[in-house]
Nanobody, 126 residues
Framework: QVQLVESGGGLVQAGGSLRLSCAASGRTFGRYAMGWFRQAPGKEREFVAAISWSGGSTLLADTVKGRFTISRDNAKNTGNLQMNSLKPEDTAVYYC???????????????????WGQGTQVTVSS
């Protein structure tokens, strides 16, 4: 079993920054890709960013490219999503996910991930 816990969400003004963290624990013995998704009320869950196990490959959605940065520290079994220049449309619950089947890749479909965190709320005010 693998547990993922997000942290770092909160309320910020437009143009501000937040750093989300994802801590993995449990049976984290294999290589896994880490992804971030978000879901706003009444909207579908959407892909935000992904990073391969080695960190050598990253993928960001066009909506956040240039503003968000994804990283990870495998020694600590943590991942991070640095969010800068936040916009009100970034408001959503953010989820991190681990994909053990695609550790070499940067998956962008939810079914390619195996474990999910509980989510953390990010609210960006105008």
């Amino acid at each position: 079993q693998v547990q993922l816990v997000e942290s770092g969400g909160g309320l910020v003004q437009a143009g501000g920054s937040l750093r989300l963290s994802c801590a993995a624990s449990g049976r984290t013995f294999g290589r896994y890709a880490m992804g971030w998704f978000r879901q706003a009320p009444g909207k579908e869950r959407e892909f935000v960013a992904a990073i391969s196990w080695s960190g050598g490959s990253t993928l960001l959605a066009d909506t956040v490219k240039g503003r968000f940065t994804i990283s990870r520290d495998n020694a600590k079994n943590t991942g991070n999503l640095q969010m800068n220049s936040l916009k009100p449309e970034d408001t959503a619950v953010y989820y991190c996910a681990a994909g053990f089947r695609y550790g070499w890749a940067t998956p962008r479909r939810d079914y390619e991930y195996d474990y999910w965190g509980q989510g953390t709320q990010v609210t960006v005010s105008s």
